[in-house]
Structure formats: C-alpha cells, structure tokens
C-alpha cells in the first residue's frame, strides 16, 4: 500500500514542471508536461506545425502510448491528427488532439495547424502556424476512498481546471533525400500565484525543437534512414533531450529501427509495417538502460497511419 501512495505521489509531481520564479514570492509556472513521444519522425505534425501537407495528401495518425506499463496509474497518452495540402499545393491544413491521463488527473490539448509550401531547389520549404488550448481537471475523489483517513485536507479541494491557449510555429525542408526542421510549439507560459490565479507569460520559458534526417539508399531493397531529434529548453532548471535515431527499410515494407534518448538513458527499438502503400502500422518499446534501469517500468507505443489520396504509390513511396 506504502509503494502504491508513493507511485501516485510521483505522478502527480512529474507531469508538471514548475519552476520557482526569482520574485521571491510564491509563484510558479505552469508547463503541461505530455509524454515524449517516440514515433514522432511519422507524425511531425505532433512537432512542428510546418507539418501540415507534407504528405500531400489527406493524412490520418493515432497512437496510444502506454508509459511504464504495469504502474498503477501511470500516464496513458493517445492521440488523433488529420492534415492534407489543399488543392493549390501552396497550403496545408492540420488538426491535432492530445488525451493524457496520469492518476487523478487528466490533461487534454487541442490545437488547428496552418503551413504555406513553397518550391525551394529540389524540394519543399513551408513555414507554419499553430494555436489551441491546453486543459488539466484533477478529482481527488477516487485517492480519497483508498485513504485511511478521507478527511485529509489535502484531497478535499480538487485542482482548479486549467484552460490554457497557446500559439507556436516551425519552419520545415524537404526532398527525397533529407528533411530538417526547427520549431517552436509553445510561446506562452503561464505563472500561478499563491491563490491560484494564473497569468500569462510571453516567450518565456519555451522550447527550441529541431529535427533532422536523411535516406540512405544501400540497394533497391535496403535504405538506411538515421535521424536525429533535439530538444532545447530555455528554463534552465530542464534538462535538453537528444535522440539519436536510426530505421533500416527492407523492401519499403519492413520498417526496422532503434533510439537512444541520451537524456533519459532510454534505449527504444522500433517496428513498423507499412502494409500498403496508404497503410502503416508501428510498435514501440522504451526500456531504460544504465543507472536508470530498475527505477521504472518499459513503455509502448503503438501506431496507426492512413493516407488517402494517388500521390502515395508503391512506385513513389513517401520516407518523411
């Protein structure tokens, strides 16, 4: 019973990051922390605004992640997207949606994506806009019945709701050999005050995300796609993220790859099928590696892509 408190207890800590400002009062901000993804390089949309129409075609992802499987409680992240280039080939229209739960509580992240493509060499530049809301609600009520003592004043008044909008933008490059990208996803940060009144906070505290790839074709059969992923925070009290990342392709239909998040001391190894030429299904395990192995559980991530549209064809297939 002790080691299930303490799991909650953790949970409720680690998915807000709050760091202490240097007024000296009693304030601190608010970031709602989402899961980190893994497969990422198959929905940049989830990144980078500058995403939307890429593909160039009607685009539709889902994914369930399933963070350190077998603790109580811990987070549960799926996610929904759809984004298409519109008839012009100029613009690309995106919608993302974001379900976490961890615990008691719940946070949910709603954003519309805009980009405009333009003919750049070989390839493609589109520069992008995104904005929407980020909710957390937190119930008390389900740790209060496991409580030897319910009255406890500390579960009796649920978390105030948040409602939190935000905007960010990208910028993103590429052609049949090489993609890059660098974005910022969030540019408003929220502060909170010892009564619970929250304010806004612009360009403070944001993210600086960039993403970069390349296809190495060895024969028509194996291509090698590594990548890398770079997370850098302007708070310095958070640590930069860096996965190093790699896919061996075997016939455009065998998809099989591995991670290194040097941050977390993670090691992840990929499987994807691209079924058809407009279907792709992927599996991923997250396992900790190092000093951090023992301190929690693996993960699983699990992947869902549709594509409508003549432009995705086993003649031309698409590797970002």
Not at 58 to 74: C, E, H, K, N, T
Not at 128 to 156: C, H, W, Y
Request: hydrophobic fraction near 40%.
């Amino acid at each position: 019973m002790l080691k299930r408190y303490f799991y909650i207890i953790i949970l409720l800590i680690i998915p807000f990051s709050r760091g202490t400002s240097q007024t000296g009062n009693e304030e601190s901000y608010i970031s709602l922390a989402y899961p980190v993804y893994t497969q990422y390089l198959h929905n940049g949309l989830l990144i980078n605004p500058a995403y939307a129409g890429s593909r160039e075609v009607l685009s539709v992802f889902s994914s369930v992640r399933m963070q350190w499987w077998g603790i109580d409680g811990a987070p549960t992240l799926e996610t929904v997207s759809i984004h298409s280039l519109l008839k012009n080939d100029k613009v690309g229209l995106g919608f993302s949606g974001q379900f976490l739960q961890y615990g008691v509580t719940k946070s949910n992240s709603f954003f519309a994506d805009y980009a405009y493509h333009l003919i750049l060499g070989k390839g493609k530049l589109s520069l992008g806009l995104r904005g929407g809301v980020d909710m957390s609600n937190t119930d008390f009520s389900g740790i209060k019945e496991s409580l030897n003592d319910p009255t406890d004043p500390v579960f009796q008044t649920n978390d105030k709701p948040y409602y939190l909008p935000n905007v960010g933008s990208g910028v993103y490059y590429y052609n049949k050999k090489y993609f890059f990208g660098a974005a910022v996803p969030s540019f408003l940060a929220y502060k909170k005050n010892s009564t619970g009144d929250i304010s806004m906070q612009p360009f403070v505290n944001i993210d600086i995300q960039v993403c970069a790839g390349m296809l190495i074709p060895f024969s028509q059969a194996f291509k090698l796609k590594p990548s890398v992923f770079l997370d850098y925070p302007t708070d310095k009290t958070k640590d930069m993220r860096v996965d190093i990342n790699a896919n061996l392709i075997i016939y455009d239909f065998v998809w099989v790859g591995g991670s290194w998040r040097t941050s977390e001391n993670v090691g992840v190894a990929i499987l994807q099928l691209q079924v058809t030429p407009q279907l792709m299904l992927g599996y991923s395990y997250d396992f900790p590696v190092g000093t951090m192995k023992g301190y929690w559980e693996a993960s699983h991530e699990v992947i869902f892509r549709y594509e409508f549209g003549k432009k995705i064809s086993a003649a031309n297939p698409r590797y970002f």
